[in-house]
């Protein structure tokens, strides 16, 4: 039976579904109003890293509510925004980097980025400067600047998206970009990256990583890790562009920062960045109501801290090293299993049809419900599905996982089969 909600991205014949309506969470666990509790295998939306109902985040956030309910960085600061700033600074590098703006989501930080990269260059004199590169397959929001980078096909064209100062390269082949940089290289203000490919889980290669970064040294772009998902430990250090040979100019934190609590970002940059803007006095015109707040910093702060005493980064290198067995033995063991791909705790599996062939994507979410009947929530991806399990997971919800995706897939691969049986003999 429908209800006043309009959920997201949620087709309307499944509006009102008492097993998709969550109640409450805690661990790894999800309740939901049909009475089941299922496993968690994608951290809420990517963000609960530590899990539900850590208590140091909710009572930092509640104490927060309580001494400043609301404080704000529009034409104004507060002591908890510095605080927070601090902090991620100190996470991500103080070497590198020296000033925070918040945000409320990644896509809107973003936006922000892409704002940020073409006033800097503006004001460095280089008005031409405009064009923004992305990666086809990419997701980087739904915020009108942010769905315009985005390189999967959303439709863009449906909602009038803007997207004549973007262009989009194919990830990981060096030719292209390099081709695209030598042809336009002076207009090119920002290229904007996630270090592993949201929806198909693909990492960027050490090679194409090399050569972004020389060509942004040739050219004078910026470069920017779009670390909404990467971030907070997910990929096997706290911020996945920490490996690279040189740092990004611009990291855009959100899902992780405040382990899921708060509508949170933030974009991180050094301090050179902001030497225009200080040199000219020029104001960059960007301002969000409940960016910086003090419930949202409070939380940030309190995440971190949690990180630390969790010692989360080296649980999420544990946690991949027991996904690469795993996975390895579930391609090998599995028929419906083709591949997987991935890296740290945010892995994709490829499936395919009992016939062989690659699992059409519109067969996706039938898979999803497939899993979740068998006791687990995942994500859709690539001919397959996500899994992105809390850093915090055991050894022994990590084999419950695989296992119920396993009975899931198995689940709908029968379905698919009497169906084409009924199919036959009608």
């Given at each position: 039976m429908p209800t006043e909600l309009w959920p997201s991205l949620l087709e309307p014949a499944l509006h009102g579904a008492d097993d998709l309506c969550a109640v409450s969470a805690d661990?790894?666990?999800?309740?939901?109003?049909?009475?089941?509790?299922?496993?968690?295998?994608?951290?809420?939306?990517?963000?609960?890293?530590?899990?539900?109902?850590?208590?140091?985040?909710?009572?930092?956030?509640?104490?927060?509510?309580?001494?400043?309910?609301?404080?704000?960085?529009?034409?104004?600061?507060?002591?908890?925004?510095?605080?927070?700033?601090r902090a991620l600074i100190e996470a991500a590098?103080?070497?590198?980097?020296?000033?925070?703006?918040?945000?409320?989501?990644?896509?809107?930080?973003?936006?922000?980025?892409?704002?940020?990269?073409?006033?800097?260059?503006?004001?460095?004199?280089?008005?031409?400067?405009?064009?923004?590169?992305?990666?086809?397959d990419s997701y980087h929001g739904l915020t009108f600047g942010g769905f315009a980078l985005t390189g999967e096909q959303l439709g863009q064209s449906v909602y009038g998206v803007d997207q004549r100062l973007v262009r989009h390269v194919t990830p990981n082949v060096g030719e292209e970009i390099d081709r695209l940089a030598a042809q336009q290289g002076d207009?090119?203000?920002?290229?904007?990256?996630?270090?592993?490919?949201?929806?198909?889980?693909?990492?960027?290669?050490?090679?194409?990583?090399?050569?972004?970064?020389?060509?942004?040294?040739?050219?004078?772009?910026?470069?920017?890790?779009?670390?909404?998902?990467?971030?907070?430990?997910?990929?096997?250090?706290?911020?996945?562009?920490?490996?690279?040979?040189?740092?990004?100019?611009?990291?855009?934190?959100?899902?992780?920062?405040?382990?899921?609590?708060?509508?949170?970002?933030?974009?991180?940059?050094?301090?050179?960045l902001a030497e225009p803007f200080e040199t000219a006095g020029d104001v960059f015109v960007h301002g969000e109501t409940q960016a910086g707040t003090p419930v949202t910093c409070a939380a940030i702060i309190a995440t971190l801290e949690e990180m630390r005493r969790l010692d989360a980064v080296a649980s999420a290198r544990r946690l991949s090293a027991l996904l690469d067995t795993a996975l390895e033995h579930l391609v090998a063991t599995e028929p419906l299993v083709s591949a997987t791909t991935g890296l740290g705790?945010?892995?994709?599996?490829?499936?395919?049809?009992?016939?062989?062939?690659?699992?059409?994507?519109?067969?996706?979410?039938?898979?999803?419900?497939?899993?979740?009947?068998?006791?687990?929530?995942?994500?859709?991806?690539?001919?397959?599905?996500?899994i992105l399990p809390a850093l915090t997971y055991t050894d022994d919800e990590l084999t419950e996982l695989l296992d119920r995706i396993r009975r899931g897939v198995r689940a709908h691969a029968q379905g698919r089969t009497a169906a084409d049986r009924e199919t036959e003999a009608v």
């Open positions: 661990g790894v666990r999800i309740r939901f109003l049909d009475g089941r509790e299922l496993l968690c295998g994608v951290s809420g939306l990517w963000n609960a890293n530590l899990g539900y109902g850590n208590e140091a985040i909710a009572q930092a956030c509640a104490d927060a509510l309580r001494d400043a309910s609301y404080l704000s960085v529009f034409r104004y600061e507060n002591v908890y925004a510095r605080r927070a700033a590098g103080a070497e590198h980097y020296g000033k925070v703006v918040f945000s409320t989501s990644g896509g809107a930080a973003n936006d922000l980025v892409m704002k940020l990269a073409r006033h800097y260059h503006a004001l460095r004199g280089d008005t031409t400067r405009k064009l923004v590169v992305g990666l086809r207009r090119i203000a920002a290229m904007v990256v996630e270090p592993v490919l949201g929806s198909g889980a693909v990492p960027l290669t050490p090679d194409y990583v090399r050569t972004l970064l020389e060509l942004r040294d040739r050219h004078g772009f910026l470069l920017v890790a779009d670390e909404v998902a990467t971030g907070f430990g997910r990929t096997g250090d706290f911020f996945a562009s920490q490996r690279w040979p040189a740092p990004p100019d611009l990291l855009i934190t959100s899902k992780g920062l405040t382990n899921g609590t708060q509508a949170a970002a933030a974009v991180l940059m050094p301090q050179a705790c945010f892995r994709s599996i490829r499936l395919r049809t009992p016939e062989g062939d690659p699992l059409p994507q519109h067969e996706v979410p039938r898979v999803v419900a497939a899993i979740r009947g068998a006791g687990a929530v995942v994500h859709p991806s690539v001919n397959g599905v996500q």
